[in-house]
Every structure is written in structure tokens, then in C-alpha cells.
């Protein structure tokens, strides 16, 4: 029987052990044709998003912690090595990359900050092998938790102060994928998640009640229902397996059995017409005295219908948000690019059409009236601005520094910060018009005229 361990030999998982394999064949294959070309010089690289998702105002760049521990663990280890050997790579240059570390230094916008398109959300300057080969691993950790990071925080806008709790992690895309999301999701404002890991790892509250397989194993609800207050006295019951109103009465029933050891402090509503269904349940609960039982709404529910519930009226007083939340379902992708900026000192861009890059090592402006923002300037790393830097220094010589080893609730509390300086029109679900302007400044426009014309006259005499 198969096991689903490859040929080779080694887990079938992502461990510190076997992360310097978890990349692309040609970051591979450059490296060796660095090597073979004695190309040691700096490079630098910058990740940025090219173009926004529809119905997306702004992202939210999430997962530098992540990103920063990956390059402080990128080294091979012997049985890397004697794979690639095998896989056809030169002798001399797997035995090079033996010494393989990631020693450069990085520059990125904070996580839980507001981004737009163009601007570099991080920026790696390092000998160029080290430089290429961070492009994978970095670009999959900033790009899942900033899908992720920006969709919550339309979950949460929609929800006007109610509790949102993600119950994703069953329907995500892999075990990573769900550990990571909910990280980004209690970056964004999400109360709680149901995934225990997350708990234990980041710290994020962790919550989480019965399903319809609980009620559907006793020989009838109210059995089900009372066993389980029972075990956990200030559980939320779930009332809709068989009928939902006749479920919230039968809360109600238990209420009147138990009297003063009664503590259920919610239902959930978790099928049907959630509006109409809280409206009657609400009705019900409160005709019984039960007024401070809560009612928690979940199944299918996106930034939309959370605002259509919301918007009603509807006396619900939470939320459990589940696949919609977890992949992002209206924009599961960014176009995002990790791009060669600088080579030795020099310059360099891309003239593709639609993907052209700026050159150099570059800071981000933002300029800001009574505390909120106004637009954005892309500038070269040395000028000094009209605004608010946003990128900052925050790993040296392969080692982070204090500026990239924050809490995950100081990341937290930064997004609600800076969600409230942003327009109230770029909070809102739909487009903004215009959008949020985000500018070149006349330096870093002079450079890439300088670089261009470089470029231009070495094609030119080449040619």
C-alpha cells in the first residue's frame, strides 16, 4: 500500500530540513549559471503588487514574519545536496552551495499596513544568488496571508462591530495554507478561529462549539442538547440539524429545565434564510427570558451577505466565516512579481508591456492631511520625501532586527490604526472613484529615464 512518501526518501511535509528545495527548478539553475559566471556582486529585488483585484480599494501586506523566518532558515542540507547532484547540477556547484545563507538585508512596508498597486511591499538587497533564490519562498508566504489579510478586513468593515470568527481551515488549500490564514486573519480584526494549531502557535484566541454529527448521534436533540451543556455549560448550541425554530424552543425548554444552572450563552444559525430564521429565533429567545442568549450566524457567508444581514437589522450577533474567507473565493490571487531592481551598483528595469518595473532600491511616501491619507509617492530609498516613510530596514547581514520581530498583536492593533486613516470611500466594499493615487516622484521618474537610456545604448551597440 502507498504510503504518499516520494521515492526519495523524506517527509511529505515542509520542514526547516527540506525548505531550501521547497522553490522553482530555474531559481536553481540561475544560481548555477551565477556561479559558472563568478556573478557575486549585490542585487536587489522588489516585491510588489502590479494591479489590484476587483471590488479591492487597498491590500493589507501580511506575512513578513513569515517571510523573514524562511530566509533565516534557507540552507541546504546534505540530502538536498546529494539530490541535486543526482538531478543533474554541476559537482562543483552543489558542492559551492553547501555554504549556502541567506546573508543580505531586507527593507518592507510594516505588516498590517494599507498598500497599492506598484509599490514595494519588500525589498531584498543581497549577493545575487541569495537575492534570486528568496524569490519563491518569500512571494508564497506574502502573497497567501496578503490575499488573506485584505479579505478579512473586508469581513470585518461588513460586519459593524460583530463578532467574526474564521471556521475555514477544513476547506483551505493545504495545512500550511490554514495555519498561516489564521494568522493573517487576526491580523486583519478576526476575533477568533476554530483552529486549534493556530492557537498553540500564534496565540489567537481559539473557539469553537458542536456540529449537526453531534445532535445526529444521540436519539434526539434535546438529549443532544442537554449532554452537551452539560459538559460545556457556556457552550453555543446549534439549532438547526432537524428544525430550526423548534430547536430554538427547545433551548428554551432546557433554559426552563436547568433554571439557575442554565449558561448557554448562544445559538447558531447555520442554514436557511439566516435573516428571517434570527428575526424568529430572536423573537422566541426573548419571549422565554432568555435575552442574553446571543444568536451566531454562519454557512456561506461573505463581506456581502454579512452586510446585507447587517444593513436588515438582523439581531445577529456574530459571525462564523468559513471557504469564502478562506481562499478568498472573489480573489483568490494577486498579480504580484518579485523583480530585479539593481545589479553591482547599476540600475535595472523591465520594458515588458504591462510589467514594466522601476529601477533601484526605492521608499514609499505617504502623505497625509488631518490624519488621513491623501496619495502616495514611489521615490528612490535616498530621497527624503513629503511624507511618512512606510518601508523600513528590518533584517541585516541575514539577522532580523527589532523591526521585523514584532507581536502579532502589535501587527493587530497597527491595522486598525491604519485602516482608520485611510478615505471612507477606500473602506468601503465597492470601487472607490477614483481611486487612491499613487505617484512617481520626478527623482525616481529621472533615474528610470537614466537606466532606460542605458540600457537602450548597450542593446544598441551589442546590436
Request: aromatic share 6%.
Amino acid at each position: 500500500m502507498s504510503t504518499g512518501r516520494p521515492p526519495s526518501g523524506g517527509p511529505p511535509w515542509v520542514t526547516d530540513e527540506n525548505l531550501f528545495l521547497l522553490t522553482d527548478r530555474y531559481q536553481l539553475t540561475m544560481l548555477q549559471a551565477y556561479w559558472a559566471e563568478g556573478m557575486r556582486d549585490r542585487a536587489v529585488f522588489s516585491l510588489f503588487v502590479r494591479r489590484l483585484p476587483e471590488h479591492r480599494n487597498f491590500l493589507v501586506a501580511c506575512g513578513l514574519d513569515t517571510a523573514l523566518g524562511v530566509l533565516e532558515h534557507l540552507a541546504p542540507s546534505a540530502d538536498d545536496l546529494e539530490y541535486l547532484r543526482q538531478t543533474g547540477f554541476d559537482a562543483g556547484f552543489v558542492e559551492a552551495l553547501a555554504d549556502f545563507r541567506f546573508t543580505g538585508d531586507v527593507w518592507a512596508v510594516p505588516e498590517g499596513t494599507p498598500i497599492f498597486a506598484d509599490e514595494p511591499i519588500l525589498e531584498v538587497e543581497a549577493p545575487i544568488a541569495e537575492a534570486q533564490m528568496a524569490e519563491t519562498l518569500v512571494m508564497n508566504q506574502v502573497h497567501l496571508q496578503t490575499v488573506l489579510a485584505s479579505m478579512a478586513v473586508r469581513v470585518k468593515q461588513a460586519a459593524e462591530g460583530r463578532a467574526v470568527v474564521d471556521f475555514g481551515l477544513r476547506r483551505m488549500h493545504g495545512t500550511d495554507a490554514g495555519l498561516k490564514a489564521a494568522r493573517a486573519f487576526h491580523v486583519a480584526g478576526v476575533d477568533a478561529t476554530s483552529n486549534v494549531l493556530a492557537g498553540r502557535v500564534w496565540g489567537v484566541p481559539v473557539t469553537g462549539t458542536m456540529a449537526h454529527s453531534y445532535v445526529q448521534a444521540h436519539d434526539d436533540e434535546p438529549s443532544a442538547f442537554r449532554s452537551f451543556a452539560r459538559s460545556f455549560p457556556d457552550t453555543v448550541l446549534l439549532v438547526d440539524t432537524y428544525d430550526t425554530l423548534e430547536g430554538v424552543r427547545r433551548v428554551t425548554r432546557l433554559a426552563r429545565e436547568l433554571g439557575e444552572d442554565f449558561r448557554v450563552r448562544g445559538i447558531r444559525l447555520d442554514s436557511g434564510d439566516l435573516g428571517a430564521l434570527a428575526v424568529d429565533a430572536r423573537r422566541i429567545l426573548d419571549e422565554a427570558g432568555l435575552d442574553g442568549v446571543e444568536i451566531f450566524a454562519s454557512g456561506g457567508l461573505d463581506e456581502w451577505k454579512i452586510r446585507r444581514l447587517v444593513r436588515a437589522g438582523t439581531p445577529i450577533d456574530g459571525f462564523g466565516v468559513g471557504t469564502r474567507m478562506g481562499v478568498s473565493s472573489d480573489a483568490p490571487s494577486l498579480d504580484i512579481a518579485y523583480k530585479l531592481t539593481s545589479y553591482a551598483g547599476h540600475g535595472r528595469l523591465k520594458l515588458s508591456m504591462g510589467k514594466g518595473t522601476l529601477p533601484g532600491r526605492k521608499q514609499v511616501f505617504r502623505v497625509e492631511e488631518d490624519g488621513v491619507a491623501r496619495r502616495d509617492v514611489i521615490a528612490r530609498a535616498d530621497e527624503s520625501g513629503p511624507g511618512r516613510p512606510l518601508l523600513r530596514k528590518v533584517m541585516e547581514g541575514g539577522r532580523r532586527l527589532p523591526a521585523g520581530a514584532e507581536t502579532l498583536e502589535r501587527i493587530r492593533r497597527r491595522t486598525a490604526e491604519e485602516l482608520d486613516r485611510l478615505p471612507e470611500a477606500l473602506r468601503a466594499l465597492e470601487a472607490a472613484e477614483p481611486a487612491y493615487p499613487v505617484e512617481v516622484s520626478d527623482d525616481l521618474e529621472r533615474y528610470r529615464e537614466t537606466v532606460l537610456g542605458e540600457v537602450t545604448r548597450a542593446s544598441e551597440a551589442d546590436g
